[in-house]
């Protein structure tokens, strides 16, 4: 069946380090969005991308949709405390159903 | 406020002992799932809703009900519970089926003995 994988599953940073979580699904998704859940709490959206090659930029976070809509990163510019928990992606994948499929998710720990 | 609310948070309960986990949004949206999230896995999706009876399977609907009589309820429904189905469960909506955000309760942790 259709699968997202995502790597890193962990990633330890020092506070003020640089982080990149990669996702990768099996066959060509419609869209991708990606979800924070902090640790104990639910997934909460960050951002949606649709178009191939799209590149979106929330402050410190940039995200981007591979040229074949195969593939998303989402990049972490000088972490912060406040940046720690498990980040997803989620697509809805073009077969025609509405099932959405999550990767695995990366479980980040920024030290201070 | 708008939000996705399920009842009830944690459950400890028997094999076989049928149980519905309740998921109730206020936001008028159409689509509606059910998730369940296991160490490693991710988030798998149970069933999902695009309307009032309009329902299908996700990717792990074995050993689990679905229904959608009104708009801003969609419950979970485990006929006969088994230990494999102890997870941690969240309910989510959006306002359609696609390039919408979702927005998910709080998660019902349950545990099957």
């Known amino acids: 069946g259709q699968q997202v994988m995502q790597i890193p599953q962990y990633q330890h940073v020092q506070e003020g380090e640089d982080f990149t979580t990669y996702c990768n699904s099996s066959t060509t998704l419609s869209n991708i969005q990606w979800y924070k859940q902090r640790p104990g709490g639910h997934p909460v959206f960050l951002i949606q991308l649709v178009k191939s090659g799209e590149v979106k930029k929330q402050k410190r976070l940039t995200f981007q949709f591979g040229e074949a809509k195969k593939n998303s990163s989402l990049h972490i510019t000088a972490t912060q405390t406040t940046d720690v928990g498990t980040y997803f992606c989620a697509g809805l994948a073009t077969s025609g159903t509405y099932k959405y499929i999550f990767g695995t998710g990366t479980r980040l720990k920024v030290l201070a | 406020e708008a939000q996705v609310t399920q009842n009830p948070r944690y459950l400890i309960t028997v094999t076989g002992k049928k149980l519905t986990v309740t998921c109730s949004q206020n936001?008028?949206?159409?689509?509606m799932s059910w998730y369940r999230q296991d160490p490693g896995l991710g988030l798998r999706q149970i069933y999902y809703?695009?309307?009032?009876?309009?329902?299908d399977k996700g990717d792990v609907p074995e050993g689990y009900k679905v229904s959608r009589k009104e708009k801003r309820n969609f419950p979970l429904i485990l006929e006969s519970p088994s230990p494999n189905q102890t997870s941690l469960y969240f309910c989510?909506?959006?306002?359609?089926?696609?390039?919408?955000?979702?927005?998910f309760g709080d998660g019902t942790r349950l545990s099957i003995l």
């Open positions: 809703s695009m309307n009032v009876e309009v329902t």
């Open positions: 989510a909506s959006s306002w359609q089926a696609d390039n919408q955000p979702q927005h």
């Open positions: 936001m008028n949206h159409e689509y």
